[in-house]
């Protein structure tokens, strides 16, 4: 097994660890990535699947997303929008297909006003919170007590009102069913997109895409740091704080003091960190001693690695209330783009059907015709509960509710399953349960020692996105130096 010290070890070659990695070379200090996987990216994977290039992860852009954009053109990479011509198609209860444009689906009068009126409300309440910190609202603890779905229920007993405003933060996004999680951890989601009013619009959230596919972020960014990317090293143990630190007795009191504590512990940390005894991570065919550690992975993996001494008692208990959505991500790829024949866009809602929502995903430049749909939380377990077959003819058929029969028709069919991803146990990424954000968000990127973290999953600004990611890799990195240059 190979031995090499660096001043920084990333674990975690995802767009966080990457970014956070260029970001700490470029200012001087030596770095190591170790990466589970046989391939860098994490959740942003672009692959052929029988001849068809599909982004198997994520994708779209959105024009708030700066610090991903910033990314994108310092890569020297193009993007292109999604399409977007014609008509859009809701399901509403009845089963039927109706066609619309603009935002507001084709609903009753009186629901339209219910949505357009309680919108505005989120909207209000948006606007109050910071995404950095939603916990610092004074409503803070009052919105985090009940769930989302409860909330909505309060304000109208239109049922598809609240279906339809429910799944922006549900099915679409935290792909979760909504009594799972608060309204406040709903309010962080819109407000990490400027505005509930962003999030619902499918233009503005899913603008735009890269050419030749998102994972390119990654992989460029890896190819700027070379041989110091490990691939297929799961990190499995990290010893930290130093020698001292590292004893059982150290360890001991550190699981028995509360949080005040554990700045006294950082102070020690800190003295064997610029002793250079910082930490050494272990992972399957690599040891790397370093000054620091950034743990650049969803939170719910941190409890795969051996930390020694164990982490705290709040990690310990804050992590457990953290868990990972689930959606399945399905690509249908036709012949040709059948859809836009009939004047259709492509874009398709509704939050009675199976794929509630689903897209044109055409590649750019391509003359075949793709399809992306998603299938989120219940629906997606009960639909992992078929066979294959039965899952993709439930899936098509579903789809062909908005486009008709020659939905049940794909050259190339595929379903992405980050559910069984090892490395990622989910899609599309973390948040807390029911009271856990404002009672543990504050602490969630505190680092612990010389351990530093980053990932889209506790990002304010871009949560739950490549963006976040980015911008959290950015930060991690910026505390590093920090502590380096004190
Ligand atoms: P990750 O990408 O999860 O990277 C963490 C890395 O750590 C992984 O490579 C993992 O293998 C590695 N790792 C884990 N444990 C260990 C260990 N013990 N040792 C070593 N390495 C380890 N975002 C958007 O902005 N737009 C979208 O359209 C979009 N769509 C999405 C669609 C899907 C299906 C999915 C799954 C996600 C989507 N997202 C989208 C979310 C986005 O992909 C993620 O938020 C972002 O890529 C996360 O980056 P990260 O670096 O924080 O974490």
Redesign the pocket.
Known sequence: MDDITRDVVV???????LTAANDLRTAGLSVAV????DRV????WTDTVEGAMLEL????VSPDQQALIDTVADLGLSTYSRYREGDSVYVGPDGEAKRFTGEMFPVAPETEKVIDEITARLDAMVAEIDPDEPWAHPSAAEWDKISWDAWLRQQTDDDEAVRNLAFATGSAMLTKPTHTFSLLQSLLMAASAGSYSHLVDADFILDKRVAGGLQQVPELLAERLGDDVLLN???RRIVWGGDSAASGRSGDSVTGRRVDDLRDLTARVEAAASSSAGVTVI?DGVTVRARFAIL???PV?YS??SFEPPLPRLQHQMHQHISMGF?I?VHAVYDRPFWREQGLSGTAFSPYELCHEAYDNTNLGDERGTLVGFVSDQNADDLFRLSAEERKERILESLSRYYGPEAKSPVVYYE?D?GTEE??RG???ASFDLGGLHRYGADLREPVGPIHLA???MAGAGY??????IR?GHRAAQEILERTRG
């Open positions: 674990i975690g070659a995802g767009a966080a660890g170790l990466e589970a996987r990216g994490g959740r942003l992860g994520g994708q779209w090293q799961p990190v992972a650049a992975l969803a993996l795969r690695i959606v991500k992405s980050w490395w990622t899609a599309y990424a990932c889209s999953d739950q996105h490549v963006d976040g990611a959290q």
